[in-house]
């Protein structure tokens, strides 16, 4: 919520005179939270015209789990409709906008709703090998599916790919063929966050990491499913056999122990690498004393739709991409500004050429800052795009009198 929810509704809040409402649903609500924690965290987000509610968030077992939130949140939406005159409803991802489709359906279709897609849910399920391709499960989500895209006013997708398989025709004049606006708005940053390194402060962190006068190569995020173990693994051997000089740096929250054994057995030493998790506000002081990172994400059909976030932390730092190709948009956006190199295959020649590639670029961390602010700046591109679908929703007479709640 904190990175990819709020971010982006004080953006829409910048509209005039909008009221927004927000509904979450917390895993362990009861266990992990006590009604004066609560009452704290609302009363920060009511300093920020941001009203919040929240409901429990149920696992298992897992369909009954989901029907039973998405009934009990279209009923507490609806109840939000009519309290505070509510007059679009924003959902992001499938099982929101269910949520959001019947809460209008129960109030007589007088809110609109923004479906917020943030991927191709049903195939990512069918990708990752979690329900049987055209099983009954698929089929079953493709078709409440087709009616949340049936049932909706509005739409954003993370990526152009996604447009021209969902909107092909909003391209040329941003509206599906039915006259609903359609905004492609990739997952943005805030560059303030990720001001360029100074030399003392960049050469304080590689000193810290006992890689003053190394070469880094950075990754940050999880291993497995989507994510390419190996072969990011294999890449930092075939980097570290081109260069002894190199170093490895990897930013994760799991398998630290795991991703260590696996870089030992490649033969680095202790000296060659560090892995581990910190906090979220020093991810960008690692990242601006990188040189080089790196993003495998496995090349599916649902990963057309996919904006990883890494991409524009990474570009935001000044730190130039080695990446594949296959996902979203990300090697258009690199190829198009030069901010790094694709592999076409995962084999020692690839990364070698890749490698080459960059090194021959010389400084990009200009490049890449600029490249960042041009296609991930939160409030220049996010918050703008969010505020032009507004308005094309509502047309000019949107700012003063309506309300939103995003589920």
């Known amino acids: 919520m904190q990175t990819q929810v709020l971010p982006?509704?004080?953006?829409?809040?910048?509209?005039?005179?909008?009221?927004?409402?927000?509904?979450?649903f917390e895993p362990g609500l009861k266990k992990n939270w006590t009604p004066g924690q609560i009452e704290i965290e609302r009363k920060k987000l009511a300093a920020e015209n941001i009203d919040w509610y929240c409901l429990p968030y149920h696992k298992r077992p897992s369909a009954p789990a989901t029907l039973y939130d998405v009934f009990r949140g279209a009923l507490f939406a609806r109840k939000l409709i009519r309290r505070k005159q509510v007059n679009v409803l924003h959902a992001r991802v499938h099982t929101p906008a269910m949520m959001g489709a019947i809460a209008k359906k129960l109030t007589g279709g007088k809110v609109k709703?923004?479906?917020?897609?943030?991927?191709?849910?049903?195939?990512?399920?069918?990708?990752?090998?979690?329900?049987?391709?055209?099983?009954?499960?698929?089929k079953s989500v493709k078709k409440i599916?087709?009616?949340?895209?049936?049932?909706?006013?509005?739409?954003?997708?993370?990526?152009e790919k996604?447009?021209?398989?969902?909107?092909?025709?909003?391209?040329?004049?941003?509206?599906?063929?039915?006259?609903?606006?359609?905004?492609?708005?990739?997952?943005?940053?805030?560059?303030?966050?990720?001001?360029?390194?100074?030399?003392?402060?960049?050469?304080?962190?590689r000193e810290n990491l006992g890689a003053a006068d190394k070469k880094i190569i950075t990754y940050v995020g999880s291993f497995g499913?989507?994510?390419?173990?190996?072969?990011?693994?294999?890449?930092?051997?075939?980097?570290?056999?081109?260069?002894?000089?190199?170093?490895?740096?990897?930013?994760?929250?799991r398998d630290v122990e795991k991703i260590v054994g696996n870089l030992k057995a490649r033969g680095f030493a202790d000296t060659d690498f560090f892995v581990g998790s910190v906090a979220p506000a020093e991810i960008p002081s690692f990242l601006e004393a990188s040189d080089i990172s790196i993003s495998f994400i496995k090349a599916c059909y649902s990963k057309l739709s996919s904006s990883p976030t890494k991409i524009a932390e990474y570009l935001a730092s000044g730190v130039p991409i080695i990446s594949n190709r296959g996902v979203g948009d990300v090697a258009e956006v690199i190829e198009a500004a030069q901010v790094g190199a694709i592999i076409e295959d995962?084999?020692?020649?690839?990364?070698?050429?890749a490698l080459q590639k960059v090194q021959d670029m010389g400084d990009?961390?200009?490049?890449?800052?600029?490249?960042?602010?041009?296609?991930?700046?939160?409030?220049?591109?996010?918050?703008?795009?969010?505020?032009l679908l507004y308005s094309k929703l509502f047309g000019e007479d949107y700012a003063g009198k309506n309300r939103k709640i995003s589920d």
């Not at 917020?116 to 698929?138: C, V």
């Not at 492609?184 to 402060?201: M, Q, Y």
């Not at 173990?229 to 002894?244: H, I, P, Q, S, V």
Request: glycine share 4%; charged share 30%; hydrophobic share 40%.
């Open 8 to 24: 982006y509704l004080r953006e829409i809040n910048k509209l005039e005179n909008v009221n927004v409402s927000l509904l979450t």
């Open 113 to 138: 709703m923004i479906f917020d897609i943030r991927g191709f849910f049903p195939e990512e399920y069918t990708d990752a090998g979690i329900w049987k391709e055209n099983g009954w499960l698929y």
């Open 145 to 159: 599916e087709k009616w949340l895209l049936k049932e909706s006013d509005g739409f954003v997708v993370l990526t």
């Open 162 to 205: 996604a447009r021209e398989i969902l909107f092909p025709e909003s391209r040329e004049n941003g509206f599906d063929k039915y006259g609903r606006p359609v905004e492609v708005i990739p997952c943005c940053v805030d560059l303030k966050r990720f001001s360029p390194a100074n030399r003392l402060s960049r050469q304080k962190v």
């Open 225 to 253: 499913g989507w994510y390419m173990t190996d072969e990011m693994l294999d890449f930092f051997a075939a980097a570290r056999a081109r260069d002894a000089n190199t170093f490895v740096l990897i930013l994760t929250q």
């Open 346 to 353: 995962f084999t020692p020649e690839s990364y070698e050429k």
């Open 364 to 387: 990009l961390s200009e490049k890449c800052r600029l490249t960042a602010e041009r296609e991930f700046h939160l409030e220049k591109v996010a918050g703008a795009k969010y505020r």
